[in-house]
């Protein structure tokens, strides 16, 4: 699964060896968000979502590969989260 990840990565410019980081505050985030511990770093996790996604749509758009569809998918549901979460707490 590394190998698959790491190539691509490579493939996207971007460096291998933040696979393994990226990961870890990507778990972190999800916990942030879960368990609603605190209302900042929950919004710090869904803007780390946000620009994570951003950025990879951006460089699937840009290698011109045409896989930012699933970025895509998940930004959109990863918006729809974020407000109706907003929207069910008032």
């Known amino acids: 699964m590394y190998a698959f990840v790491a190539k691509t990565f490579t493939k996207l410019g971007y460096p291998t060896?933040?696979?393994?980081?990226?990961a870890v505050v990507k778990i972190l985030g999800l916990i942030a968000i879960w368990?609603?511990?605190?209302?900042?770093?929950?919004?710090?996790?869904?803007a780390g979502f946000f620009f994570d996604l951003v950025l990879a749509i951006s460089a699937h758009i840009a290698v011109q590969d045409g896989e930012?569809?699933?970025?895509?998918v998940a930004l959109v549901l990863l918006l729809?989260?974020?407000f109706?979460?907003?929207?069910?707490?008032?």
């Open 35 to 46: 368990t609603k511990k605190s209302q900042r770093l929950k919004e710090w996790a869904y």
């Open 68 to 72: 930012f569809a699933p970025a895509v």
């Open 17 to 22: 060896y933040i696979i393994y980081p990226l």
């Open 80 to 82: 729809t989260s974020y």
């Open 84 to 90: 109706s979460e907003q929207y069910l707490e008032e």
